[in-house]
Structure formats: structure tokens, C-alpha cells
């Protein structure tokens, strides 16, 4: 779960070319206490702002109680780690709610296993249900894809009483294999009865076979369960070769399964996950990205200053991970998941409607009383605006790129609603009057959109009226207008010439 996972991941990424066929690249904003306890108990959430390295040993007890123990360990920043990836996840719902694109990607996210109070599985926030709470917001239905190796238990147990979101995850499940959850007969409650979907798998599954159980599944609950929005976590721990994992699968088919859940034409939010063999993480979700943005990559790795990473596997995008561990899954027991699996989905009924009642209520409305910052108050002019600074694709100053993003086109002035500031030439008749009030003696003047002009001569401010551009009119009319402009902005009309727009007027003010 180290971070280093996302900078080979980028690398490669930028390596391609990748980044210039996203359409845009942001820097979201870390993700706020108060959303963050949207889900989370308050009192966990104080507790991971306050422990650091430093003080742990005085927070023995708080941190058994958190189970920040062995594979929640306490280390230095890690407060700001979890708001960073969270507020990556909350981002991207944020703009799959306002429609501004159809697919958002976060690989530092994807972090299911962590609960309400407490840490689980290296996952010490679960930015994947306060993603879907974002979207509950917007979306009356959400399904949930997991392909992690490990049950996606703390998602499931977040949403198990409830039909607005359906969870569906494909795991290795044995009893003891962590978290030792997520067998076939585990249904949901309540309202949610029916609504979680357990695939429970064993060692050794090759590609022809998970697939085989994934599309079927999914496309039977997509056909049942109607999502208006897909989360699908990418654990790429179900890879073969992984370090704590065991299947078979190879980088390939698990972007297949990606691949097919975009087809849906459905707004989609892509996750990362587990995934502890650092370089075939990063060339599966490297891969997984090209997928998304429908683009062919060649299997020859680009040139980086990661390249002894893959040295063994002599720079290639898909090494062989299959045939490592023997296959004890079968035909039969995968065909017994799969009735399992549409007996629970007929109970559905059709999909599940959404009343009017109230929905999560606006995070904002939570600091109406507290001092926003500038970020927060850019985030409320629009949900599409969710504080992020944007990085699209850059273009190097010795590219040829002719568009509004051209690095090297010249400024071209134009006047806008905006107060803009231009310098006030002197009279082409220097030193001599004209019929207007003033000399040439002012230094600046301000035009504003309205057709005033602020002038300032030895600090005193005046105001004078801009003549616009004018059309045919009747002499009283013209005699009208004559009255209304202090300076003499008509000479060249009543000349025969064309009348000048504002930016090109001679200014005398006295």
C-alpha cells in the first residue's frame, strides 16, 4: 500500500502519452473533517488528526481501541495521507454528480476495508463510501464492483441495510483468508436483504474462468439493479504473482473486467486497492488507463527512470503471472455461484425506486458558520467547481499546437465586463486644446464595461462618459448624445470617418 505504487504508475502513464488523451488532470483539495465524519465516528476521526509516531506510545490505549495495530500501523503524516485520497474519491463523484465527464480515476484510492470506528486491512479511511454517499446525493441507485482478493467488507457492512446500493465483490474466500468474510449467503438486511452480492472464489482462478463468472454476474445485476452509477475498485492484488495473493489472473483480464463494466455507458468512478507486488501494480493500472481512455498501448514499456523495476521481466506491460498456483476452483462450483447469485437477484422485483425524501444533507451547509477558505468558497459556485486546481494536458514550447491552450500565442487585448486598466495616449495634437474639457495630462484611466472611464489627474478621481459606437439616428437624437459627452468623441464622425471604439479613443482630461 505504499504510495511508491503511484508515482511507477504515473510514470508509466506519462510514458505513453496517456495523460494528453485525459481530458482533465486535477490536483483535488484534501478532504475536510466534516466530510470525512459524514461516515466516519467523530471520535476515530480526532484520534488519526492527533496520533503521530511521536505520541503513540501515549496513545496506547486509543490506538487499541482504533485498531491502529500490526497492519494499521501509525506513521508520520498519515492524517493528511488519508485526507488526500479521500478527497481525490469525493472529487471525482463531485464531478460524475455534475456531469462533467463520465469517468473519474483515482489509483491512491480504494480503500474498503476500513469501518466506521475503526482501521482495518492497511485502510484507514474508506473513501470509497464517502464516494458513494457523494453520489447517493445525485444518483438514486449505485452498484459497487469489487475485484480485489479480499472481501470488500467495509463497504458491504456501510451499505447493508439499505437497496440504494447493490455491492457486488469477487474475493478469495477460504474462512481465515482476511478478512474472513463475504461468503455466498451473505445477503444484506433489512431494506438492503438481497442487495450484497458475494462472490466467493479459490486459489488458482485463470483468466477464462473469472471471466466467465464476472460478465455473467455483472451483467445479470446491471440488467436487474438499473445503477445510474458504478464503483468499481481495481485491487490489482488478484493479479498472478501478487505477494499476498493467489490467483491466476493476468494484467490483461483484469482490464478486461474494467473494460467490459465501461461498456455500460454508465457514470463511472474507478478506484485502486490492494495490489503488493509494486511493478505489475503499476502496469496493470497503467494499462487499466488506457482501457478507460480507449486508447492501444504497444506491450514495449516507454523509458523511464523506473526501468530497473522491470528489469527481470525485460520491459514489458504484460509479463507472464499465470499457472503459478494450482486452479481448485471447477466449472460446477463457479455455476453454483452464479445460480446463487441470480436467485438472489430475483428478488429484486425490478429496481428499486426512490421516493422524495430527504437526501444527504450539502457539506457546505455544515461551515455556513465557520470562516471559509478561498477553495471552499470557489467549490460553492458550482458542484462541478469541487476546489481542485486543474493540470490539463501540457503542450512543450516547441510544439506546434494552435488552440485556445497554445503556450505561445500572443496576448491579444480585448475588453471585457471586467474593470481593466489601459494607458490614456496623449492627443495626436499634443499641447493643443480641443473642444473636450481637459489636456493631456492624465496618466492612466480605467474603462468599465458600462462605458465609464475613471480618470485620475494629481489623485483626483473623475468620471467621464465613453460616446459608444453609434447607428443611424435623427438629428435630435445626435444632438441628444452631443450633450451627454464631455470630451469631443464626434469629431471624426461628423469628418465622414468611422467612428472609433473605446479602446482607441484620445483622452484630454484638464
Not at 488526500?84 to 480504494?110: E, F, Q, V
Not at 475498485?233 to 490483461?252: V, Y
Request: glycine share 8%; proline share 5%; net charge negative.
Amino acid at each position: 500500500m505504499k504510495p511508491h505504487r503511484l508515482t511507477l504508475t504515473n510514470a508509466l502513464v506519462m510514458g505513453y502519452g496517456l495523460d494528453k488523451q485525459i481530458h482533465h488532470i486535477y490536483n483535488p483539495r484534501p478532504a475536510t473533517q466534516e466530510e470525512l465524519e459524514m461516515y466516519h465516528d467523530h471520535d476515530y476521526i480526532d484520534f488519526l488528526s492527533r496520533v503521530t509516531p511521536g505520541n503513540q506510545n501515549d496513545m496506547r490505549h486509543l490506538i487499541d481501541t482504533f485498531n491502529c495495530v500490526e497492519d494499521c500501523p501509525i506513521f508520520s503524516d498519515m492524517y493528511d495521507f488519508c485526507r488526500m485520497y479521500a478527497g481525490a474519491s469525493l472529487a471525482g463523484a463531485r464531478k460524475l454528480c455534475a456531469g462533467a465527464c463520465d469517468t473519474a480515476i483515482n489509483w491512491s484510492g480504494g480503500l474498503h476495508h476500513a469501518k466506521r470506528g475503526e482501521a482495518s486491512g492497511f485502510c484507514y479511511v474508506n473513501d470509497i463510501v464517502l464516494a458513494i454517499l457523494e453520489l447517493l446525493r445525485y444518483h438514486p441507485r449505485v452498484l459497487y464492483i469489487d475485484i480485489d482478493i479480499h472481501h470488500g467488507d467495509g463497504v458491504e457492512l456501510a451499505f447493508y441495510h439499505s437497496n440504494r446500493v447493490m455491492t457486488a465483490s469477487f474475493h478469495k474466500y477460504t474462512g481465515e483468508f482476511f478478512p474472513g468474510t463475504g461468503k455466498l449467503d451473505d445477503n444484506g438486511a433489512n431494506l438492503g436483504k438481497h442487495f450484497c452480492l458475494n462472490i466467493p472464489l479459490q486459489d488458482g482462478i485463470d483468466d477464462e474462468m473469472y471471466l466467465t463468472v464476472f460478465k455473467t454476474v455483472i451483467d445479470d445485476t446491471v440488467t436487474a439493479f438499473r445503477p445510474t452509477a458504478i464503483v468499481l475498485q481495481c485491487g490489482a492484488d488478484s493479479l498472478g504473482c501478487d505477494r499476498l495473493g493467489a490467483f491466476n489472473l493476468s494484467i490483461a483480464a483484469h482490464g478486461e473486467c474494467v473494460n467490459f463494466v465501461r461498456k455500460f455507458n454508465v457514470p463511472l468512478l474507478v478506484v485502486g486497492g490492494g495490489g503488493y507486488t509494486i511493478k505489475n501494480v503499476s502496469r496493470c493500472w497503467t494499462y487499466e488507463t488506457a482501457v478507460l481512455v480507449g486508447a492501444e498501448i504497444p506491450d514495449e514499456l516507454p523509458a523511464t527512470v523506473y526501468d530497473p523495476f522491470f528489469r527481470d521481466s525485460q520491459w514489458k506491460l504484460h509479463p507472464p503471472l499465470t499457472g503459478r498456483v494450482e486452479n481448485q476452483n471447477s466449472p460446477a462450483s463457479l455455476q453454483k455461484i452464479t445460480i446463487g447469485i441470480r436467485s438472489k437477484l430475483r428478488y429484486l422485483q425490478g429496481a428499486p425506486s426512490v421516493a422524495m425524501q430527504d437526501i444527504p444533507p450539502d457539506l457546505e451547509g455544515l461551515l455556513a458558520s465557520e470562516e471559509k477558505t478561498q477553495e471552499e468558497k470557489d467549490e460553492e459556485r458550482g458542484t462541478a467547481l469541487a476546489g481542485e486546481r486543474r493540470s490539463d494536458r501540457t503542450t512543450a514550447r516547441n510544439e506546434y499546437f494552435d488552440g485556445e491552450n497554445d503556450v505561445d500565442q500572443e496576448p491579444c487585448p480585448s475588453i471585457s465586463d471586467r474593470r481593466t486598466s489601459i494607458p490614456a495616449r496623449r492627443s495626436r495634437g499634443a499641447g493643443k486644446r480641443t473642444r473636450g474639457r481637459g489636456r493631456s495630462r492624465a496618466s492612466a484611466i480605467t474603462v468599465k464595461g458600462d462605458g465609464e472611464v475613471d480618470g485620475d489627474e494629481n489623485g483626483v478621481a473623475s468620471t467621464v462618459k465613453v460616446a459608444k459606437p453609434r447607428s443611424r439616428k435623427t438629428q435630435k437624437e445626435k444632438e441628444k448624445d452631443l450633450t451627454d459627452v464631455d470630451f469631443d468623441a464626434g469629431a471624426e464622425a461628423e469628418s465622414g470617418q468611422e467612428p472609433m471604439t473605446p479602446i482607441d479613443l484620445d483622452v484630454d482630461v484638464s
